[in-house]
């Protein structure tokens, strides 16, 4: 499975929200072949801050992601990004989450290696 490593700019949206749970960036970039890698960054449950890459499968009007527990079965996810700051405020989120997306190049060579591995096992 072959994604475009260089189509940024035109396959991607980044949305900035704050709900109950704080302040949270999403990225969502289009893979092709009904796949779309989306980058997220909030403060998780037990306290910091954290980016992850993880892929779903549109299936109609919905998304699916399939877990691994370690190993190349599944689909990818990957934390990007851990950090403890002070106070989660909208810059803070901002500048991890846009700091994470300059990593975009190799979180899409890991998510191609990590399919290329699951097509290799089957063949």
């Not at 499975?1 to 990225?27: C, K």
């Not at 992601?65 to 002070?86: E, L, Y």
């Amino acid at each position: 499975m072959q994604f475009n490593l260089h189509e940024r700019e035109h396959s991607m949206t980044t949305n900035y929200t704050r709900d109950r749970d704080g302040h949270r960036a999403i990225t969502v970039h289009d893979l092709g072949n009904q796949r779309e890698l989306q980058i997220t960054t909030s403060k998780s449950s037990t306290g910091p801050l954290t980016t992850r890459a993880t892929v779903y499968q549109i299936e109609g009007n919905s998304r699916r992601h399939m877990f691994s527990f370690g190993g190349i079965r599944g689909d990818f996810s990957a934390q990007v990004a851990c950090t403890f700051p002070g106070r989660v405020t909208a810059n803070v989120v901002r500048a991890q989450h846009e700091q994470c997306l300059g990593q975009l190049q190799e979180i899409l060579q890991a998510v191609q290696k990590h399919y290329e591995a699951q097509a290799a096992a089957h063949a």
